[in-house]
Nanobody, 126 residues
């Protein structure tokens, strides 16, 4: 059974940095796009970033573009989210997920992803 485990969240001051990791197990995800989403209290889950299966293309929400970088290491079955210049509005529970279909260009819709992890909390203080 495939499983995703996020880590790396924490409490940081505005302007700080964090690096999230998403370790996948149970199967190889070499041929699947991966994505990061987040959900703040009282808000819907929203797209943050996605990366194609070989890492050749990346996609970002407008709110994080230029500050966040998604990457992956298929030898470790791990996806990363480097977050720089953090803002209080980045505070949320961050999730990673796998694209439902192999070799499919990722969209920004959470419905196109599966196998959500438990999430890792990111809190940015002002």
């Amino acid at each position: 059974q495939e499983q995703l485990v996020e880590s790396g969240g924490g409490l940081v001051q505005a302007g700080g940095t964090l690096r999230l990791s998403c370790a996948a197990s149970g199967r190889t995800f070499d041929y699947y796009a991966m994505g990061w989403f987040r959900q703040a209290p009282g808000k819907e889950r929203e797209f943050v970033a996605a990366i194609t299966w070989a890492g050749g293309s990346t996609y970002y929400a407008a709110s994080v573009k230029g500050r966040f970088t998604i990457s992956r290491d298929n030898t470790k079955n791990t996806v990363y989210l480097q977050m720089n210049s953090l803002k209080p509005e980045d505070t949320a529970l961050y999730y990673c997920a796998v694209n439902r279909e192999k070799l499919r260009i990722p969209t920004m819709s959470s419905r196109d992803f599966r196998s959500w992890g438990q999430g890792t909390q990111v809190t940015v203080s002002s």
